[in-house]
């Protein structure tokens, strides 16, 4: 479940019956026909989405044109669903009752954990003996929106960063929190430390490492993430020994979590090791604060 990496504020969207839908879709009952252009999951039929959520991830929201009798329910395992929006037909509705088809935004904050996951949607019959079964609006689509809270490196008193130098004032280590993949630190030294200082203290949740734009040899593969008050006694916030590192370019390993919620002003981020060679590099280090 936790294998791949999972970017942090994503957008997902696509249209019912789509090659695209396939992405994301886990299960639906083979009977579960068309209604009109329409998704309609009328009786005991459902259908079940599945979307990548990272730990970095502070609010995530499922959105689709809904109607009639429907059941929304979210699960981080495909196991335990809760029941999140569910609509019935009143005693007293008129014929066309059905045609409640509205925008249905379903806020599933709650099933971020503190791992990359995904977040399972399930859409299903609220009553499922007497017809009136819901339709998924296929004209709308379908949505999924996770947003990213903002990454502690804007606190980081770049004044502060010590480090060996880069090839170049280009490669220098404050690239690192520059908020750019296309730019990195690199460096002939496969072991480097940095050290930083912050604006202000912090308390760390979560951090993760951006790849650069080659060589992923050079790749940290093992380090130890330190944070102190005084930038003499440090404290172990992470310990990493042979990481499983993204080998594409440009892109962010998977989130790495800090459970000491502790407020530090000074960090240090030793590399131990990198995948080969005598060079270590990547574009960027983000961290984030505890929940
Ligand atoms: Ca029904
Ligand atoms: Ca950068």
Not at 88 to 101: I, M, Q
Not at 115 to 136: S, T
Request: hydrophobic content about 35%.
């Amino acid at each position: 479940m936790f294998t791949t990496s999972v970017a942090a504020g994503q957008s997902y969207s696509f249209k019912p019956f789509s090659d695209d839908e396939k992405k994301y879709l886990v299960e639906v009952t083979k009977d579960a026909g068309k209604g009109g252009d329409d998704r309609f999951l009328d009786g005991k039929n459902y259908i079940i989405y599945r979307f990548p959520v990272s730990a970095h991830d502070k609010y995530a929201q499922f959105t689709a044109k809904i109607g009639a009798q429907y059941k929304i329910s979210a699960s981080v395992d495909n196991v335990n669903y809760k029941v999140m929006e569910e609509a019935v037909k009143p005693a007293d509705a008129k014929p066309d009752w059905g045609a409640n088809r509205e925008l249905r935004n379903v806020n599933v904050s709650e099933f971020i954990t503190a791992y990359d996951g995904y977040i399972y949607i399930k859409i299903e019959d609220a009553q499922n003996d007497n017809g009136w079964g819901p339709y998924i609006v296929t004209a709308n689509g379908i949505k999924f929106t996770t947003i990213a809270p903002v990454g502690l490196q804007k606190l980081v008193d770049v004044e502060s960063i010590d480090a060996q130098a880069g090839f170049s004032e280009n490669e220098s280590a404050p690239s690192i929190f520059d908020g750019n993949s296309k730019t990195k630190y690199c460096l002939p030294n496969p072991t480097p430390v940095i050290t930083w200082k912050m604006k202000e203290a912090v308390s760390v949740g979560s951090y993760k490492f951006t790849t650069a734009n080659d060589s992923p040899e050079r790749t940290p593969k093992s380090w130890t993430f330190y944070g102190s008050n005084d930038g003499t006694t440090w404290t172990v916030l992470s310990k990493i020994e042979g990481a499983a590192m993204p080998t594409d370019f440009f892109t962010d390993s998977k989130s790495y979590i800090v459970n000491n919620h502790d407020k530090f002003t000074f960090f240090k981020l030793e590399i131990t090791s990198v995948f080969g060679g005598d060079l270590c590099q990547f574009s960027e280090f983000k961290f984030f604060p505890a929940p």
